[in-house]
């Protein structure tokens, strides 16, 4: 059971909008910076939402992240097929004095 | 070219041991945080621990505490993980990663480790 919650998969048609909830606690999202992770499949991971909201250089302004008090939500819109993967949540929990994953959402692009 | 190149994955044995290296290139090694993340067969990401720059921090996630060990040698731009007395559920691709405040920047490929009998 992952500290940070996120629905196990969402899917939406090419070119519409999704986004995915990544739901923690004070101890965790509340209190700490979030970054979302895209894991396409067999590949590592790569980072594209870093300090809850920015993008780093070459993320494209399609992907984009918020936080609101212990929630935090990755959005994708203009989805492309090539966007399906494994998307993670990330902080750090301080009562565990470490860093946590969300479970992991699977994105379909029907 | 920013790269972080992990090696010294393999099958071992339960109650086991293993060193994975990770080779870090194009980027100010010595001044920068590292981290192990493990990804066990069909499952999530699990971050696994990190070490301060100078080696002087280092943090671990309960269920390897006592039994692995993180790592660096700045003069060879070199990131480790000891682990002994392995586990079948330590099965796993383990990434190195560079760690920034509050995400993972960099991320190398992945080396396999396997533990069966």
């Known amino acids: 059971q992952s500290v940070l919650t996120q629905p196990p998969s969402v899917s939406a048609a090419p070119g519409q909008r999704v986004t995915i909830s990544c739901s923690g606690s004070?101890?965790?999202?509340?209190?700490?910076?979030v970054s979302w992770y895209q894991q396409l499949p067999g590949t590592a991971p790569k980072l594209l939402i870093y300090?809850?909201?920015k993008r780093p250089s070459g993320i494209p302004d399609r992907f984009s992240g918020s936080k609101s008090g212990t929630s935090a939500t990755l959005g994708i819109t203009g989805l492309q097929t090539g966007d399906e993967a494994n998307y993670y949540c990330g902080t750090w929990e301080n009562s565990l004095s470490a860093w946590v994953f969300g479970g992991g959402t699977s994105l379909t692009v029907l | 070219e920013v790269q972080l190149v992990e090696s010294g994955g393999g099958l071992v044995q339960p109650g086991g041991s293993l060193r994975l290296s990770c080779a870090a290139s194009g980027f100010s090694f010595s001044t920068s945080w590292m981290a192990w993340v493990r990804q066990a067969p069909g499952k999530g990401l699990e971050w696994v621990a990190n070490?301060?720059?100078?080696?002087?921090?280092?943090n671990y996630v309960d269920s390897v505490k006592g039994r692995f060990t993180i790592s660096r040698d700045n003069a060879k731009n070199s990131l480790y993980l000891q682990m002994n007395s392995l586990r079948v559920e330590d099965t796993a691709i383990y990434y190195c990663?560079?760690?920034?405040?509050?995400?993972?920047?960099?991320w190398g490929k992945g080396t396999t480790v396997t533990v069966s009998s």
């Open positions: 300090q809850n909201n």
């Open positions: 070490i301060k720059e100078d080696g002087s921090t280092k």
């Open positions: 004070s101890s965790n999202i509340e209190n700490n910076y």
């Open positions: 990663a560079r760690w920034r405040i509050g995400y993972m920047d960099v």
